[in-house]
């Protein structure tokens, strides 16, 4: 369970998220013994994910033998996300890949992701479905806070930095499954 949030202004866009490690309802590792990373750079975009950790690893590993692709606009981001969804079904089979409900005729990732760049920021939801914001957005356990915060602070003038840590830390206090520190990183 986490918290990653991307705010975008004047061409830059930075994008913060917890580092809590928990193992579903029950497991919660403290902050000194544990910190995940949940968003890296790809190439000229940063990328945050929540849900299973273990996407984090199949990304790397998919991500491993190939050039950084062109996050950059929906059509691409889809692209990409057929491309590892074919990876996905192919070449890590423990991947399950029926639809998460009776209710909807598509598969399902099961995490979501946001994409933050230069041209915006990217939702990219369980069902592949992508979203393109303008200014700012969450995802995770502790997104319905993430996003009041942003809301409310979007209009001042402080650093993008200062203003997606407080959001972070405002799902942090809220959300009881997004904790630890506050990674934060920037693109230019």
Not at 70 to 77: F, N, R, V
Not at 111 to 122: C, D, K
Not at 169 to 182: I, K, P
Request: hydrophobic fraction near 45%; charged fraction near 25%.
């Amino acid at each position: 369970m986490s918290i990653v949030v991307a705010m975008h202004r004047d061409g830059r866009t930075v994008m913060g998220a917890d580092t809590l490690t928990v193992f579903g309802d029950s497991e919660c590792v403290p902050p000194e013994n544990n910190a995940s990373t949940k968003c890296f750079r790809l190439g000229s975009s940063v990328f945050g994910g929540t849900g299973w950790a273990l996407y984090d690893d199949i990304l790397i590993d998919y991500l491993a033998d190939k050039d950084d692709p062109d996050l950059t606009s929906k059509a691409a981001i889809f692209a990409f996300f057929m491309d590892f969804w074919k990876a996905l079904r192919d070449r890590y089979t423990l991947v399950n890949e029926q639809a998460a409900n009776r209710d909807t005729p598509f598969a399902d990732l099961d995490p979501s992701f946001l994409i933050a760049n230069r041209a915006g920021i990217f939702k990219i939801s369980s069902d592949m479905g992508i979203t393109r914001f303008n200014e700012y957005y969450a995802i995770g356990s502790g997104a319905e806070f993430a996003l009041g915060a942003l809301h409310v602070l979007k209009s001042q003038s402080r650093s993008l930095e200062d203003l997606v840590r407080e959001a972070v830390e405002t799902a942090m206090t809220f959300d009881l499954n997004s904790g630890g520190a506050c990674d934060i990183l920037a693109v230019e």
